[in-house]
């Protein structure tokens, strides 16, 4: 495993391109929601320079909080590890995973699952397999793929969004993404 070179995902993900992420340094943690007029899914990403609402299939950025003032604003202020939604999350909170604790989805209903390993701590390895859980059975490259290697920055959260439709990486520096059609 330690020799596992870092393939792309298979189809059908593909990996979602942001066009005006900022660096999000400082990443505490992240959560998912759903757009109420798109159905896309969205990615909620907080940081210690605020909160950020991301298109998961377009990577747009939906909503900005530089200066989160509510009281509960973090998920370690929260019992339930939820951070206030904005934008199109306003008024419902969202669960959050990370730095705090929680956790993403690790499969999907139709047999994806993810998982990170760290066969060579404190770096992780995130492996996507469509073994329903036989873990990593049949050929590299064909039945598990090792999606992203966090060598530079402390893994927060790995995991799909509830619909499945989203995979995500949350380190403490960046956030990668990959998405596909139902």
């Given at each position: 495993m330690l020799d596992t070179p870092v393939l792309p995902a298979p189809a059908p993900w593909r990996p979602v391109f942001p066009t005006t992420w900022e660096p999000v340094g400082g990443l505490l943690g992240i959560g998912f929601g759903t757009d109420p007029d798109t159905g896309?899914?969205?990615?909620?990403?907080?940081?210690?320079?605020g909160h950020g609402l991301f298109d998961a299939v377009s990577g747009e950025k939906i909503a900005r909080d530089h200066d989160p003032d509510d009281?509960?604003?973090l998920?370690?202020?929260?019992?339930?590890?939820t951070c206030p939604g904005l934008g199109p999350l306003a008024g419902t909170r969202v669960h959050i995973a990370g730095l705090y604790g929680g956790g993403l989805h690790t499969s999907a209903a139709d047999g994806w699952i993810v998982e990170a390993i760290s066969p060579d701590w404190p770096h992780h390895r995130v492996i996507l397999s469509t073994d329903g859980g036989q873990r990593h059975s049949g050929p590299y490259g064909e039945r598990w793929w090792h999606v992203f290697h966090a060598d530079y920055s402390e893994l927060r959260a790995t995991g799909f969004s509830p619909s499945g439709r989203t995979l995500a990486v949350a380190t403490s520096s960046d956030l990668t993404l990959w998405t596909r059609d139902d």
């Open positions: 896309h899914d969205l990615v909620m990403v907080v940081s210690t320079s009281e509960d604003s998920p370690d202020d929260s019992p339930d590890l």
